[in-house]
């Protein structure tokens, strides 16, 4: 692998040139070499990469790296599913042992209870559990609690599916040979052709831009 100092950089055409002291003459480099990179190159920056001679006997920088600078790392989507229902089931069951333990408690001291009355509904009910308490001869007055405990409530948990695997999409376009303008059918592709494929004869004064007189684009 080669080094290089990146001596000029056209930024709004996304290319430049790079002088390395182990080679002849400078060497052209397209940003699409260096979109692994994590910010564009500068005037003045070492460039690490790898010589491709071309048709024409030029020489182009191809997988290259910039001193210093991060490559960019694919994003991990993460994605968490967090428990639900947690909070209404805890709700519901300190609701449910604060009423037993009220239940107990009363039960144990007071000996006056006369019976324990259940009355079961259909399932989609609550079921009603009622206790009468009356007092003893020596009261005044009459007195009735009802403690009511209600049927545990079911929810309905939808199923949480499952995220869907995106396969990247097709390229428009691929390398398959082609070499000359009049083989291109749009600007894009030679766009394309251009950055990614070898012995390219479309941009003679690499500049970065393919075909600038062909009327067709």
């Known amino acids: ?24 003459s400078d060497v052209f480099i397209h940003i699409s070499s260096l979109k692994a990179m994590s910010r564009k190159p500068r005037v003045g920056d070492f460039i690490y990469f790898d010589v491709q001679k071309q048709a024409d006997g030029k020489s ?10 991060l490559a960019l790392e694919p994003q991990m989507a993460q994605n968490r599913v967090e428990p639900k229902g947690t909070l209404i089931s805890n709700l519901f069951s300190l609701v449910v042992f604060v009423g037993i333990a009220h239940f107990v408690y009363n039960y144990v001291n007071d000996d006056s209870v006369d019976t324990v009355i259940i009355n079961e509904f259909e399932s989609s009910e609550p079921v009603v559990h009622k206790r009468v308490f009356k007092q003893t001869t020596h009261a005044k007055a009459t007195a009735e609690a009802e403690l009511i405990f209600p049927e545990p409530l079911v929810y309905n948990v939808k199923a949480i599916n499952e995220p869907k695997l995106r396969f990247p999409e097709k390229p428009r376009f691929k390398c398959d040979g082609r ?7 749009s600007r894009a592709e030679a766009n394309f052709f251009t950055a990614n494929c070898p012995d390219i004869k479309m941009d003679g004064d690499h500049d970065g831009i393919p075909c600038e007189n062909d009327s067709r684009f």
């Open 179 to 185: 070499q000359h303008c009049s083989q291109m059918r």
């Open 1 to 24: 692998m080669e080094k290089g100092e990146l001596k000029s950089w056209n930024d709004s055409r996304g290319f430049g040139f790079v002088k390395s002291e182990t080679l002849m």
């Open 60 to 69: 182009r920088a191809i997988n290259c790296m910039i001193e210093g600078v």
